[in-house]
């Protein structure tokens, strides 16, 4: 499977901006799908994760409450509408895909937040 993140950009605080990952190469119902995020020299943070075969998502406790994770099959697509962002949010944002077998990364998207 490859993976393309498109969405980020800079916004104010408080703001809001919708992050997509667009699949190919492979069914996105096999994988449990996630976002990531890591701010220079630091390690990656998760900040939302879904499984393969049920819609129940785990957010980080940093963004529980502000960001919403959601998955179209249909469209090979899962989505992070961020809301409510703070500059602590800065960071690239990156979308995972990972099964028994493989762990596969996107190139990751850049969100700012900055007044």
């Known amino acids: 499977v490859q993976l393309v993140e498109s969405g980020g950009g800079s916004v104010q605080p408080g703001g809001s901006l919708r992050l997509s990952c667009l699949a190919s190469g492979s069914t996105l119902r096999r994988y449990r799908m996630s976002w990531f995020r890591e701010v220079a020299g630091e390690g990656r943070e998760l900040v939302a994760t879904?499984?393969?075969?049920?819609?129940?998502?785990t957010y980080g406790d940093s963004v529980k409450g502000r960001f919403t994770m959601s998955r179209d099959n249909a469209k090979t697509t899962v989505y992070l509408q961020m809301t409510s962002l703070k500059l602590e949010d800065t960071a690239v944002y990156y979308c995972?895909?990972?099964?028994?077998?493989?762990?596969?990364w996107g190139q990751g998207t850049q969100v700012t937040v900055s007044s």
């Open positions: 879904i499984g393969s075969t049920d819609s129940h998502v």
């Open positions: 995972n895909a990972r099964d028994l077998w493989q762990e596969t």
